[in-house]
Protein backbone atom coordinates (compact mmCIF):
# COMPACT_ATOMS: atom_id res chain seq x y z
CA UNK A 1 0.00 0.00 0.00
CA UNK A 2 1.24 3.35 -1.06
CA UNK A 3 1.21 6.63 1.04
CA UNK A 4 -2.31 7.92 0.62
CA UNK A 5 -2.14 11.02 -1.61
CA UNK A 6 -5.26 12.79 0.46
CA UNK A 7 -5.34 12.37 4.05
CA UNK A 8 -8.28 13.70 6.00
CA UNK A 9 -8.23 13.73 9.39
CA UNK A 10 -11.75 14.76 11.48
CA UNK A 11 -12.41 17.57 8.91
CA UNK A 12 -15.51 19.66 9.67
CA UNK A 13 -15.75 22.41 7.41
CA UNK A 14 -18.78 25.37 8.20
CA UNK A 15 -20.80 27.71 6.73
CA UNK A 16 -21.65 30.45 9.51
CA UNK A 17 -21.34 27.89 12.56
CA UNK A 18 -23.29 25.03 10.97
CA UNK A 19 -21.38 22.18 9.39
CA UNK A 20 -21.89 21.44 5.24
CA UNK A 21 -18.60 18.74 6.14
CA UNK A 22 -19.00 17.04 9.15
CA UNK A 23 -16.04 14.86 11.07
CA UNK A 24 -14.87 13.17 8.22
CA UNK A 25 -11.80 10.71 8.61
CA UNK A 26 -10.17 8.97 5.70
CA UNK A 27 -7.55 9.00 2.95
CA UNK A 28 -7.16 8.66 -0.66
CA UNK A 29 -5.09 6.14 -2.15
CA UNK A 30 -2.34 7.71 -4.44
CA UNK A 31 -3.73 7.20 -8.27
CA UNK A 32 -7.30 6.05 -6.93
CA UNK A 33 -10.41 7.03 -8.87
CA UNK A 34 -12.66 8.03 -6.76
CA UNK A 35 -16.35 9.06 -7.25
CA UNK A 36 -17.90 11.51 -4.14
CA UNK A 37 -21.93 10.86 -4.74
CA UNK A 38 -24.78 12.33 -2.00
CA UNK A 39 -27.68 14.18 -2.24
CA UNK A 40 -28.23 18.29 -2.68
CA UNK A 41 -26.41 19.97 0.39
CA UNK A 42 -24.78 16.84 1.15
CA UNK A 43 -21.22 19.48 1.20
CA UNK A 44 -19.93 17.81 -1.78
CA UNK A 45 -18.34 20.87 -3.18
CA UNK A 46 -17.56 21.81 0.23
CA UNK A 47 -15.19 18.77 0.66
CA UNK A 48 -13.51 19.37 -2.12
CA UNK A 49 -12.88 23.29 -1.89
CA UNK A 50 -11.23 22.03 1.76
CA UNK A 51 -8.99 19.71 -0.02
CA UNK A 52 -7.97 22.57 -2.49
CA UNK A 53 -7.20 24.74 0.09
CA UNK A 54 -10.11 27.63 -0.97
CA UNK A 55 -12.74 26.92 2.27
CA UNK A 56 -10.52 27.38 5.70
CA UNK A 57 -12.21 24.03 7.71
CA UNK A 58 -13.09 25.03 11.38
CA UNK A 59 -12.02 21.71 12.47
CA UNK A 60 -9.26 19.09 11.68
CA UNK A 61 -6.95 18.63 8.84
CA UNK A 62 -6.47 17.96 4.99
CA UNK A 63 -2.66 16.76 4.08
CA UNK A 64 -1.84 16.55 0.34
CA UNK A 65 0.72 14.26 -1.31
CA UNK A 66 0.92 17.05 -3.78
CA UNK A 67 0.07 19.62 -5.96
CA UNK A 68 -4.16 19.77 -6.48
CA UNK A 69 -5.71 21.43 -9.40
CA UNK A 70 -9.51 22.34 -9.11
CA UNK A 71 -12.45 22.22 -11.53
CA UNK A 72 -14.60 23.90 -10.28
CA UNK A 73 -18.72 23.66 -10.69
CA UNK A 74 -19.08 26.92 -11.34
CA UNK A 75 -16.79 28.42 -13.05
CA UNK A 76 -16.14 32.05 -11.76
CA UNK A 77 -14.39 32.86 -15.15
CA UNK A 78 -15.57 35.48 -16.97
CA UNK A 79 -17.15 34.46 -20.17
CA UNK A 80 -17.00 38.02 -21.69
CA UNK A 81 -13.71 38.89 -20.83
CA UNK A 82 -11.57 40.04 -24.63
CA UNK A 83 -9.21 36.76 -24.46
CA UNK A 84 -9.01 33.68 -26.62
CA UNK A 85 -9.10 30.07 -26.13
CA UNK A 86 -5.18 29.45 -26.25
CA UNK A 87 -4.53 32.33 -23.53
CA UNK A 88 -7.06 30.29 -20.88
CA UNK A 89 -5.59 27.15 -21.70
CA UNK A 90 -1.91 28.61 -21.05
CA UNK A 91 -3.14 29.60 -17.84
CA UNK A 92 -2.78 26.21 -16.95
CA UNK A 93 0.62 26.90 -16.59
CA UNK A 94 0.21 29.11 -14.01
CA UNK A 95 2.32 26.96 -11.42
CA UNK A 96 5.65 26.82 -13.27
CA UNK A 97 5.53 30.06 -14.82
CA UNK A 98 3.45 32.84 -12.49
CA UNK A 99 2.84 36.33 -12.48
CA UNK A 100 6.40 37.09 -14.50
CA UNK A 101 8.74 34.50 -15.68
CA UNK A 102 8.31 34.10 -19.49
CA UNK A 103 6.51 31.05 -21.56
CA UNK A 104 8.76 28.30 -21.91
CA UNK A 105 9.46 27.84 -25.34
CA UNK A 106 6.80 25.16 -26.98
CA UNK A 107 3.95 26.19 -24.70
CA UNK A 108 1.91 27.67 -27.31
CA UNK A 109 2.05 23.94 -29.03
CA UNK A 110 1.25 22.30 -25.78
CA UNK A 111 -1.74 24.82 -25.69
CA UNK A 112 -2.85 23.84 -29.04
CA UNK A 113 -1.82 19.61 -27.89
CA UNK A 114 -4.45 19.99 -25.39
CA UNK A 115 -6.85 21.69 -26.93
CA UNK A 116 -6.81 18.84 -29.92
CA UNK A 117 -6.94 16.77 -27.76
CA UNK A 118 -10.20 17.74 -26.08
CA UNK A 119 -11.67 18.15 -29.54
CA UNK A 120 -11.07 21.65 -29.66
CA UNK A 121 -8.72 21.72 -32.58
CA UNK A 122 -8.84 24.80 -34.42
CA UNK A 123 -10.19 27.00 -31.64
CA UNK A 124 -7.21 29.06 -30.97
CA UNK A 125 -7.93 31.83 -31.51
CA UNK A 126 -11.75 31.89 -30.78
CA UNK A 127 -12.65 34.34 -27.99
CA UNK A 128 -14.07 32.22 -24.57
CA UNK A 129 -17.52 34.21 -25.04
CA UNK A 130 -17.75 31.99 -28.37
CA UNK A 131 -18.47 29.00 -27.31
CA UNK A 132 -21.06 26.66 -25.97
CA UNK A 133 -21.37 24.98 -22.76
CA UNK A 134 -20.19 21.64 -23.76
CA UNK A 135 -17.46 23.22 -25.48
CA UNK A 136 -16.22 25.41 -22.37
CA UNK A 137 -16.36 22.62 -20.51
CA UNK A 138 -13.49 20.94 -22.81
CA UNK A 139 -11.84 24.15 -22.73
CA UNK A 140 -11.64 23.87 -18.62
CA UNK A 141 -10.03 20.37 -19.34
CA UNK A 142 -7.53 21.43 -21.53
CA UNK A 143 -6.30 24.25 -18.77
CA UNK A 144 -6.05 20.68 -16.57
CA UNK A 145 -4.28 19.08 -18.74
CA UNK A 146 -1.28 21.61 -18.47
CA UNK A 147 -1.69 22.11 -14.79
CA UNK A 148 -0.34 18.73 -15.02
CA UNK A 149 -1.48 18.43 -11.07
CA UNK A 150 -0.82 14.82 -9.61
CA UNK A 151 -3.96 15.26 -7.62
CA UNK A 152 -7.55 16.36 -9.79
CA UNK A 153 -10.71 17.70 -8.08
CA UNK A 154 -13.62 17.07 -10.60
CA UNK A 155 -16.61 18.88 -9.46
CA UNK A 156 -19.65 17.62 -11.63
CA UNK A 157 -17.73 17.45 -14.79
CA UNK A 158 -20.00 16.23 -17.36
CA UNK A 159 -23.14 18.60 -15.67
CA UNK A 160 -24.53 20.41 -19.09
CA UNK A 161 -22.50 18.48 -21.66
CA UNK A 162 -23.82 16.14 -24.14
CA UNK A 163 -23.26 12.63 -24.13
CA UNK A 164 -20.47 12.89 -26.69
CA UNK A 165 -18.73 15.01 -24.89
CA UNK A 166 -19.08 13.97 -21.48
CA UNK A 167 -17.93 10.12 -23.68
CA UNK A 168 -14.61 12.25 -24.50
CA UNK A 169 -14.31 14.29 -20.85
CA UNK A 170 -14.65 10.33 -19.26
CA UNK A 171 -11.42 9.00 -21.58
CA UNK A 172 -9.44 11.83 -20.49
CA UNK A 173 -10.49 10.70 -17.12
CA UNK A 174 -9.27 7.44 -18.23
CA UNK A 175 -6.44 8.69 -19.50
CA UNK A 176 -5.38 10.29 -16.29
CA UNK A 177 -6.05 7.49 -14.40
CA UNK A 178 -3.78 5.26 -16.63
CA UNK A 179 -1.03 7.54 -15.45
CA UNK A 180 -0.87 7.43 -11.86
CA UNK A 181 -3.01 10.68 -11.18
CA UNK A 182 -5.26 10.85 -8.12
CA UNK A 183 -9.15 11.97 -8.92
CA UNK A 184 -11.94 12.76 -7.06
CA UNK A 185 -14.99 13.24 -8.73
CA UNK A 186 -18.45 14.89 -7.60
CA UNK A 187 -21.05 12.73 -9.71
CA UNK A 188 -24.53 12.31 -9.84
CA UNK A 189 -25.22 9.63 -12.22
CA UNK A 190 -25.25 6.51 -10.42
CA UNK A 191 -24.66 3.98 -13.42
CA UNK A 192 -21.57 5.96 -14.64
CA UNK A 193 -20.35 5.80 -11.22
CA UNK A 194 -20.56 1.83 -11.39
CA UNK A 195 -19.25 2.07 -14.66
CA UNK A 196 -16.15 3.44 -14.34
CA UNK A 197 -15.31 4.61 -10.77
CA UNK A 198 -13.74 1.79 -8.44
CA UNK A 199 -13.96 3.67 -5.35
CA UNK A 200 -17.06 5.92 -4.16
CA UNK A 201 -17.45 8.26 -1.08
CA UNK A 202 -20.93 8.54 -0.23
CA UNK A 203 -21.48 11.93 1.73
CA UNK A 204 -24.47 13.07 3.47
CA UNK A 205 -22.65 15.76 5.42
CA UNK A 206 -20.95 12.91 7.18
CA UNK A 207 -19.79 9.84 5.60
CA UNK A 208 -22.56 7.31 4.77
CA UNK A 209 -19.46 4.99 3.40
CA UNK A 210 -16.63 5.04 1.64
CA UNK A 211 -15.09 1.84 -0.38
CA UNK A 212 -15.60 0.06 -3.32
CA UNK A 213 -18.46 1.34 -5.33
CA UNK A 214 -20.91 -1.50 -5.51
CA UNK A 215 -20.48 -1.79 -1.62
CA UNK A 216 -20.88 1.82 -1.07
CA UNK A 217 -23.80 2.44 -3.26
CA UNK A 218 -25.90 -0.29 -1.64
CA UNK A 219 -30.02 0.06 -1.01
CA UNK A 220 -29.30 0.66 2.28
CA UNK A 221 -26.69 3.21 2.19
CA UNK A 222 -28.41 5.27 -0.31
CA UNK A 223 -31.66 4.94 2.13
CA UNK A 224 -29.39 6.10 5.01
CA UNK A 225 -28.10 9.21 2.67
CA UNK A 226 -31.78 10.16 1.57
CA UNK A 227 -32.74 10.70 5.08
CA UNK A 228 -30.15 13.60 6.10
CA UNK A 229 -31.88 16.52 7.05
CA UNK A 230 -31.41 19.66 4.87
CA UNK A 231 -32.41 21.87 6.93
CA UNK A 232 -29.58 23.31 9.54
CA UNK A 233 -30.51 23.33 13.38
CA UNK A 234 -31.03 26.37 14.39
CA UNK A 235 -30.97 25.15 18.07
CA UNK A 236 -28.24 22.81 17.70
CA UNK A 237 -25.59 23.40 20.70
CA UNK A 238 -21.69 22.76 20.06
CA UNK A 239 -20.83 20.09 18.80
CA UNK A 240 -19.64 17.33 21.75
CA UNK A 241 -17.48 15.31 19.47
CA UNK A 242 -15.27 18.02 19.17
CA UNK A 243 -14.31 17.15 23.24
CA UNK A 244 -13.36 13.51 22.59
CA UNK B 1 -5.31 75.42 -40.61
CA UNK B 2 -1.98 74.34 -39.92
CA UNK B 3 -1.57 77.22 -37.66
CA UNK B 4 -4.61 76.99 -35.45
CA UNK B 5 -3.67 73.46 -34.62
CA UNK B 6 0.52 73.92 -33.98
CA UNK B 7 0.14 77.47 -33.57
CA UNK B 8 -0.46 77.58 -29.67
CA UNK B 9 1.50 74.76 -28.98
CA UNK B 10 4.49 76.67 -30.65
CA UNK B 11 3.56 80.18 -29.23
CA UNK B 12 3.00 79.25 -25.49
CA UNK B 13 4.92 77.06 -23.44
CA UNK B 14 1.73 76.44 -20.65
CA UNK B 15 0.05 74.60 -23.58
CA UNK B 16 3.02 72.62 -24.55
CA UNK B 17 3.70 71.44 -20.45
CA UNK B 18 0.06 70.30 -20.72
CA UNK B 19 -0.49 68.43 -23.30
CA UNK B 20 3.04 66.86 -22.54
CA UNK B 21 1.54 66.11 -19.10
CA UNK B 22 -1.75 64.26 -20.75
CA UNK B 23 -0.23 62.54 -23.15
CA UNK B 24 1.69 61.10 -19.80
CA UNK B 25 -1.51 60.30 -18.42
CA UNK B 26 -2.80 59.12 -21.52
CA UNK B 27 0.07 56.33 -21.87
CA UNK B 28 -0.53 54.93 -18.14
CA UNK B 29 -4.14 56.21 -17.40
CA UNK B 30 -5.91 54.52 -20.40
CA UNK B 31 -4.83 50.58 -19.58
CA UNK B 32 -5.78 51.20 -15.81
CA UNK B 33 -9.07 52.42 -17.16
CA UNK B 34 -9.54 49.62 -19.24
CA UNK B 35 -8.59 46.82 -16.62
CA UNK B 36 -11.52 48.82 -14.30
CA UNK B 37 -13.58 48.19 -16.81
CA UNK B 38 -12.80 44.67 -17.38
CA UNK B 39 -13.64 44.22 -13.50
CA UNK B 40 -16.74 45.72 -13.99
CA UNK B 41 -15.58 48.23 -11.77
CA UNK B 42 -16.14 51.31 -14.21
CA UNK B 43 -17.34 53.64 -11.53
CA UNK B 44 -14.76 52.87 -9.15
CA UNK B 45 -12.53 55.59 -10.79
CA UNK B 46 -15.21 58.20 -10.27
CA UNK B 47 -15.33 56.89 -6.61
CA UNK B 48 -11.75 57.33 -6.37
CA UNK B 49 -12.10 60.87 -8.09
CA UNK B 50 -14.31 62.07 -5.43
CA UNK B 51 -12.62 60.53 -2.71
CA UNK B 52 -9.82 62.40 -3.27
CA UNK B 53 -11.48 65.42 -2.89
CA UNK B 54 -11.50 66.04 1.04
CA UNK B 55 -7.56 65.51 1.15
CA UNK B 56 -6.94 67.74 -1.43
CA UNK B 57 -9.53 70.50 -0.31
CA UNK B 58 -7.29 69.56 3.71
CA UNK B 59 -4.14 70.37 1.78
CA UNK B 60 -5.25 73.59 -0.06
CA UNK B 61 -6.14 74.97 2.82
CA UNK B 62 -2.83 74.47 4.04
CA UNK B 63 -0.66 75.23 0.77
CA UNK B 64 -3.04 76.46 -1.64
CA UNK B 65 -3.12 75.96 -5.12
CA UNK B 66 0.64 73.86 -4.79
CA UNK B 67 0.90 70.92 -6.46
CA UNK B 68 3.26 69.11 -4.06
CA UNK B 69 0.32 69.37 -1.15
CA UNK B 70 -2.20 68.75 -3.40
CA UNK B 71 -1.07 65.48 -4.49
CA UNK B 72 0.02 64.24 -1.32
CA UNK B 73 -3.31 65.24 0.13
CA UNK B 74 -5.17 63.66 -2.42
CA UNK B 75 -3.10 60.77 -2.46
CA UNK B 76 -3.94 59.97 1.28
CA UNK B 77 -7.73 60.93 0.51
CA UNK B 78 -7.80 58.34 -2.34
CA UNK B 79 -6.18 55.58 -0.75
CA UNK B 80 -8.04 56.02 2.44
CA UNK B 81 -11.23 56.15 0.35
CA UNK B 82 -10.08 52.63 -1.45
CA UNK B 83 -8.74 51.24 1.88
CA UNK B 84 -11.79 51.81 4.15
CA UNK B 85 -14.26 50.52 1.45
CA UNK B 86 -12.24 47.59 0.82
CA UNK B 87 -11.44 46.68 4.45
CA UNK B 88 -14.82 47.44 5.53
CA UNK B 89 -16.71 45.15 2.33
CA UNK B 90 -13.88 42.36 3.36
CA UNK B 91 -14.59 42.73 7.27
CA UNK B 92 -18.45 43.26 7.54
CA UNK B 93 -19.47 40.44 4.94
CA UNK B 94 -21.06 43.53 2.70
CA UNK B 95 -20.97 44.41 -0.84
CA UNK B 96 -17.49 46.23 -1.85
CA UNK B 97 -20.08 48.86 -4.17
CA UNK B 98 -22.00 49.55 -1.09
CA UNK B 99 -19.22 50.41 0.96
CA UNK B 100 -17.01 52.33 -1.47
CA UNK B 101 -20.50 54.16 -2.04
CA UNK B 102 -20.63 55.09 1.06
CA UNK B 103 -17.10 56.49 2.09
CA UNK B 104 -17.20 58.40 -1.43
CA UNK B 105 -20.44 60.47 -0.44
CA UNK B 106 -19.42 61.49 2.84
CA UNK B 107 -15.88 61.94 1.39
CA UNK B 108 -17.16 64.51 -1.37
CA UNK B 109 -19.65 66.11 0.66
CA UNK B 110 -16.36 66.65 3.71
CA UNK B 111 -14.63 67.89 0.79
CA UNK B 112 -17.06 70.51 -1.26
CA UNK B 113 -17.84 71.61 2.39
CA UNK B 114 -14.02 72.40 3.23
CA UNK B 115 -13.71 74.19 -0.43
CA UNK B 116 -16.46 76.37 -0.18
CA UNK B 117 -15.71 77.88 3.49
CA UNK B 118 -11.96 79.30 2.09
CA UNK B 119 -11.62 79.14 -1.97
CA UNK B 120 -12.46 81.82 -4.47
CA UNK B 121 -14.50 80.69 -7.02
CA UNK B 122 -11.83 81.39 -9.52
CA UNK B 123 -9.42 78.59 -7.88
CA UNK B 124 -12.67 76.24 -7.12
CA UNK B 125 -13.10 76.23 -10.92
CA UNK B 126 -9.46 75.04 -11.35
CA UNK B 127 -9.46 72.87 -8.66
CA UNK B 128 -12.90 71.20 -9.59
CA UNK B 129 -12.52 71.22 -13.42
CA UNK B 130 -8.92 72.06 -14.50
CA UNK B 131 -6.83 74.76 -16.01
CA UNK B 132 -4.58 74.72 -18.78
CA UNK B 133 -2.06 76.87 -16.30
CA UNK B 134 -2.77 74.41 -13.60
CA UNK B 135 0.35 72.56 -15.65
CA UNK B 136 3.20 74.09 -13.95
CA UNK B 137 7.09 72.05 -13.80
CA UNK B 138 6.25 70.78 -10.63
CA UNK B 139 2.66 69.66 -12.05
CA UNK B 140 4.39 68.03 -15.56
CA UNK B 141 6.97 66.29 -13.09
CA UNK B 142 4.35 64.66 -11.18
CA UNK B 143 2.16 63.84 -14.06
CA UNK B 144 5.02 61.92 -15.88
CA UNK B 145 6.81 60.00 -12.68
CA UNK B 146 3.59 59.01 -12.06
CA UNK B 147 3.16 57.58 -15.35
CA UNK B 148 6.86 56.03 -15.51
CA UNK B 149 6.03 54.60 -12.10
CA UNK B 150 2.54 53.16 -13.52
CA UNK B 151 3.61 51.45 -17.28
CA UNK B 152 7.12 49.87 -14.50
CA UNK B 153 4.57 47.97 -12.46
CA UNK B 154 2.14 47.23 -14.85
CA UNK B 155 4.87 45.61 -16.72
CA UNK B 156 5.43 43.40 -14.01
CA UNK B 157 1.55 43.35 -12.78
CA UNK B 158 -0.07 42.56 -16.43
CA UNK B 159 -0.50 39.15 -16.22
CA UNK B 160 -2.12 38.58 -12.82
CA UNK B 161 -4.14 41.52 -13.39
CA UNK B 162 -5.35 39.82 -16.49
CA UNK B 163 -5.73 36.62 -14.42
CA UNK B 164 -7.68 37.90 -11.55
CA UNK B 165 -10.26 40.09 -13.98
CA UNK B 166 -10.70 36.87 -16.05
CA UNK B 167 -10.57 34.11 -13.50
CA UNK B 168 -10.84 35.07 -10.04
CA UNK B 169 -11.65 31.33 -8.83
CA UNK B 170 -8.79 29.71 -10.78
CA UNK B 171 -6.52 32.85 -9.56
CA UNK B 172 -7.58 31.83 -6.02
CA UNK B 173 -6.97 28.18 -6.51
CA UNK B 174 -3.34 28.62 -7.89
CA UNK B 175 -2.41 31.26 -4.70
CA UNK B 176 -1.90 33.93 -7.63
CA UNK B 177 -2.50 36.56 -4.77
CA UNK B 178 -4.86 38.61 -6.39
CA UNK B 179 -6.33 40.54 -3.50
CA UNK B 180 -2.52 41.68 -3.22
CA UNK B 181 -2.32 42.58 -6.75
CA UNK B 182 -6.09 43.99 -6.49
CA UNK B 183 -4.49 46.10 -4.03
CA UNK B 184 -1.50 47.64 -6.00
CA UNK B 185 -3.66 48.31 -9.04
CA UNK B 186 -5.74 50.39 -7.03
CA UNK B 187 -3.25 52.27 -5.59
CA UNK B 188 -2.23 53.00 -9.00
CA UNK B 189 -5.65 54.10 -10.40
CA UNK B 190 -5.66 56.56 -7.11
CA UNK B 191 -1.84 57.94 -8.67
CA UNK B 192 -3.11 58.25 -12.05
CA UNK B 193 -6.35 60.15 -10.52
CA UNK B 194 -4.02 62.30 -8.50
CA UNK B 195 -1.79 63.27 -11.53
CA UNK B 196 -4.71 64.07 -13.49
CA UNK B 197 -6.24 66.98 -11.50
CA UNK B 198 -3.87 69.74 -11.89
CA UNK B 199 -4.70 69.56 -15.39
CA UNK B 200 -7.97 68.14 -15.63
CA UNK B 201 -9.93 69.19 -12.14
CA UNK B 202 -10.84 66.33 -9.63
CA UNK B 203 -14.56 66.11 -11.16
CA UNK B 204 -12.74 65.12 -14.83
CA UNK B 205 -9.86 63.17 -13.64
CA UNK B 206 -11.36 59.94 -14.47
CA UNK B 207 -12.55 60.93 -17.94
CA UNK B 208 -9.12 59.80 -19.58
CA UNK B 209 -9.17 57.13 -17.63
CA UNK B 210 -12.43 55.66 -18.51
CA UNK B 211 -13.82 56.93 -21.56
CA UNK B 212 -10.64 55.97 -24.18
CA UNK B 213 -10.80 52.27 -22.48
CA UNK B 214 -14.63 52.17 -22.88
CA UNK B 215 -14.31 53.24 -26.39
CA UNK B 216 -11.53 50.62 -27.32
CA UNK B 217 -13.53 47.93 -26.35
CA UNK B 218 -15.80 48.36 -29.66
CA UNK B 219 -12.92 48.13 -31.95
CA UNK B 220 -10.94 45.46 -30.44
CA UNK B 221 -11.59 41.95 -29.04
CA UNK B 222 -8.52 41.15 -27.45
CA UNK B 223 -7.05 42.86 -24.22
CA UNK B 224 -3.63 43.51 -25.52
CA UNK B 225 -5.80 45.57 -28.67
CA UNK B 226 -8.10 47.01 -26.29
CA UNK B 227 -5.18 48.70 -24.34
CA UNK B 228 -2.91 50.25 -27.23
CA UNK B 229 -6.19 51.42 -28.84
CA UNK B 230 -6.94 52.94 -25.65
CA UNK B 231 -3.93 54.93 -25.02
CA UNK B 232 -4.38 56.35 -28.82
CA UNK B 233 -7.72 57.71 -28.29
CA UNK B 234 -6.37 59.12 -24.86
CA UNK B 235 -3.53 60.91 -26.27
CA UNK B 236 -5.74 62.12 -29.44
CA UNK B 237 -8.34 63.11 -27.19
CA UNK B 238 -5.74 65.26 -25.06
CA UNK B 239 -4.40 66.77 -28.24
CA UNK B 240 -7.62 67.54 -29.29
CA UNK B 241 -9.02 68.50 -26.47
CA UNK B 242 -6.48 71.42 -25.55
CA UNK B 243 -6.83 73.13 -28.25
CA UNK B 244 -11.05 72.99 -27.99
CA UNK B 245 -9.85 74.54 -24.52
CA UNK B 246 -7.85 76.90 -25.98
CA UNK B 247 -9.58 78.40 -29.38
CA UNK B 248 -13.28 78.12 -27.97
CA UNK B 249 -12.28 79.41 -23.98
CA UNK B 250 -12.87 75.90 -22.12
CA UNK B 251 -11.41 74.31 -18.95
CA UNK B 252 -9.08 72.21 -20.19
CA UNK B 253 -10.90 69.30 -18.04
CA UNK B 254 -14.30 69.60 -19.51
CA UNK B 255 -12.28 70.03 -22.99
CA UNK B 256 -10.82 67.07 -23.15
CA UNK B 257 -13.18 64.66 -21.59
CA UNK B 258 -15.78 65.67 -23.88
CA UNK B 259 -13.69 65.11 -26.82
CA UNK B 260 -13.30 61.98 -25.75
CA UNK B 261 -16.69 61.40 -25.29
CA UNK B 262 -16.94 62.03 -28.35
CA UNK B 263 -14.38 59.43 -29.42
CA UNK B 264 -16.89 56.51 -27.47
CA UNK B 265 -20.37 57.94 -28.93
CA UNK B 266 -18.19 57.14 -32.57
CA UNK B 267 -17.24 53.80 -31.19
CA UNK B 268 -20.35 52.62 -29.56
CA UNK B 269 -22.16 53.46 -32.77
CA UNK B 270 -19.84 52.47 -35.67
CA UNK B 271 -17.61 49.78 -33.98
CA UNK B 272 -16.42 46.70 -35.38
CA UNK B 273 -17.28 44.75 -31.84
CA UNK B 274 -20.39 45.00 -30.36
CA UNK B 275 -21.06 48.49 -31.48
CA UNK B 276 -25.15 49.77 -32.27
CA UNK B 277 -24.13 49.29 -35.90
CA UNK B 278 -22.16 45.77 -35.71
CA UNK B 279 -25.78 44.48 -33.73
CA UNK B 280 -28.07 46.09 -36.54
CA UNK B 281 -26.38 45.06 -39.30
CA UNK B 282 -27.47 41.54 -40.73
CA UNK B 283 -24.47 40.04 -42.30
CA UNK B 284 -24.69 37.46 -45.20
CA UNK B 285 -23.85 34.08 -43.33
CA UNK B 286 -21.34 31.90 -44.11
CA UNK B 287 -21.46 28.31 -45.14
CA UNK B 288 -20.19 26.95 -42.29
Known amino acids: ????????????????????????????AAGSLTAIVGPNGAGKTTLLRAIAGLHPPSGGRVSLAGRVALLPQAATLDRGFPICCRDVVLLGLWQRVGA????????GERAEEALAAVGLAGFGRRPVGSLSAGQFQRLLFARLLLQDAPILLLDEPFTAVDARTAADLLAIIRRWHGEGRTILAVLHDLDLVRAEFPEALLLAR????????????SAANR????MMAEAWDDTAGPCARDAA | MIEAILGPFAEFSFLRRALVGCLALSVSAAPLGMFLMLRRMSLTGDVLAHGILPGVALAFLVGGLSVVSLAIGGLAGGLLVALAAGALSRATGGREDASLAATYLVALAFGVALVSTVADSVEVMALLFGSVLGVDDA???LMCGVATATLLVLAFAWRPLVLECFDPGFAAAEGARGGLWHLVFLALVVLNVVAAVAAL??????????????????????????????????????????????????????????????????????????????RRVRRRHLAG
Do not use: C
Open chain 1, 1 to 28: MTAPAIRIENLTVAHGGHPAVHHISGSV
Open chain 1, 100 to 107: FAPMPPGS
Open chain 1, 206 to 217: EPIAWGPTEQVL
Open chain 1, 223 to 226: LRAR
Open chain 2, 139 to 141: ALL
Open chain 2, 201 to 278: GTLMAVGLLMLPAIAARHWSGEVSGIAKLAVGIAAASSFTGLLLSYHADLPTGPAIVLTAGLAWVVSVAVGPVDSLAA
